[in-house]
């Protein structure tokens, strides 16, 4: 058998990215710019929503979201323990205290129970992680956050327009994921994207932010407020500067400085005029997988049914009955046969970051018994059908080898 060389998520380009990024580039708008503002206008009707914001990551998305609701110090944020470090380390960028919660057994949603069980007078926001671009189990989330309202104590007038705890999808993933017929960014309060270069559409680095609409509180009012936040607290942006006479500014507050750039914005735009095909072929991809996969004694994710549509980001697979260092085997075995494979994820507990933070794993049984087995298999549209056959072929081999020696 030939050795093929199959990267795990490599950007899907092509000409129209050049030609976008060739027209920022000519066009001498390469900071925020008329790009950009098409860019939020296009993502926030692909939502559904009113308004959205381009930024340069999810993370910054989140960070500036926390900042907008005016989360601090003395506050509680929860998110789930089996994530990456970004949906806990913009909780401890505000000031604010990180509550972790344990995953359902053998799922990769937090434990909603559990959930229920740590929200306290503290508790503004809750932060789910649309894992894989599964979109969560919103309905259990707003049902624990209606039943925990008299415990919830507004410190500005946006939180007190809410009345309850805020819900803060961390949806990395989740771009053009569905649940219930309602797209990903019209179901949680805010819900944060990442464009990183890994991700399904990208602008090599990025994320933008989308939120439903808010009674008593202007859209306008809160876009303003990610403009400023994100840029210095600078009251004009460079775009209505450019204005004749209109030089004049002020800052407002020492914000910070986490914008999006036109080139960047061009990518988005090309890759959101093909976005549908890209995850048309995820899906075929994901149905490849799992057809192929059949013999195996492995768990896969469910990623399309008629109650939700994934966007398809990630496939990741439990080989039942291993040990982390069988899992770290196949992983290398992979490599070897020029795969290249990953584990989504670490679970927070078992990082230094975290574990200085106080957190132990064996408070989180499950989400360590998910990280022990779990491999993730190449997922990006550059695969051919030929290479899906040759990553199947090898994982059967390659777990065949590590289960039964």
């Not at 960070?63 to 789930?80: A, C, F, H, K, Q």
């Not at 919830?152 to 017929?181: E, L, P, T, W």
């Not at 994207?193 to 990208?202: E, G, I």
């Not at 190449?378 to 080898?401: A, N, Q």
Request: hydrophobic letters at 40%.
């Amino acid at each position: 058998m030939d050795i093929r060389t199959i990267p795990f998520s490599p950007p899907d380009m092509g000409e129209e990215e050049i030609r976008e990024v060739v027209d920022a580039l000519e066009s001498g708008w390469i900071t925020t710019g008329p790009k950009v503002k098409e860019f939020e206008r296009k993502i926030a009707d692909y939502c559904h929503t009113s308004k959205a914001v381009c930024l340069n990551s999810a993370t910054a998305c989140m960070e500036m979201t926390l900042r907008l609701l005016g989360v601090g110090p003395g506050d509680e944020v929860i998110t789930s323990a089996y994530t990456y470090t970004a949906s806990c380390s913009v909780i401890c960028h505000v000031g604010a205290t990180p509550v972790l919660v344990d995953v359902k057994k053998d799922s990769f949603e937090m434990d909603y129970d559990q959930l229920a069980e740590k929200i306290t007078e503290k508790t503004k926001v809750i932060i789910p992680v649309d894992l894989a671009g599964i979109m969560c189990d919103y309905d259990r989330i707003f049902e624990v956050v209606e039943a925990k309202k008299g415990l919830f104590k507004a410190s500005n007038d946006i939180q007190k327009a809410f009345n309850r705890i805020i819900v803060m999808a961390d949806a990395a993933h989740g771009f053009g994921a569905s649940r219930k017929g309602k797209m990903c960014g019209e179901v949680a309060d805010f819900t944060s994207f990442s464009f990183h270069a890994v991700k399904n559409l990208t602008t090599a680095e990025g994320g933008a932010v989308v939120w439903k609409d808010i009674p008593s509180i202007d859209n306008e009012w809160i876009y303003k407020r990610y403009q400023l936040l994100s840029l210095h607290g600078q009251t004009k942006d460079a775009l209505n500067k450019t204005k004749l006479g209109a030089w004049e500014y002020d800052i407002v507050a020492p914000s910070y400085k986490c914008n999006m750039t036109d080139i960047m914005g061009g990518i988005g735009l090309a890759q959101l005029s093909r976005y549908s095909e890209l995850l048309k072929r995820r899906k075929e991809i994901i149905s490849k997988y799992n057809e192929g996969l059949k013999g195996l004694d492995v768990q896969v994710l469910n990623h399309y049914d008629e109650e939700h549509q994934s966007s398809g980001h990630l496939y990741l697979t439990r080989v039942k009955g291993i040990t982390m260092e069988q899992r770290n085997k196949i992983i290398e075995k992979m490599a070897k046969r020029g795969i290249a494979c990953n584990v989504h994820y670490k679970p927070l507990p078992l990082l230094t970051a975290y574990m200085n933070l106080g957190f132990e794993i064996k408070d989180y049984p499950n989400a360590y018994d998910l990280f022990v087995n779990e491999v993730t298999l190449p997922l990006h549209t550059k695969l051919s059908d030929e290479d899906i056959d040759y990553v199947i072929e090898c994982f059967h081999t390659v777990v065949g080898e590590i289960t039964n020696a």
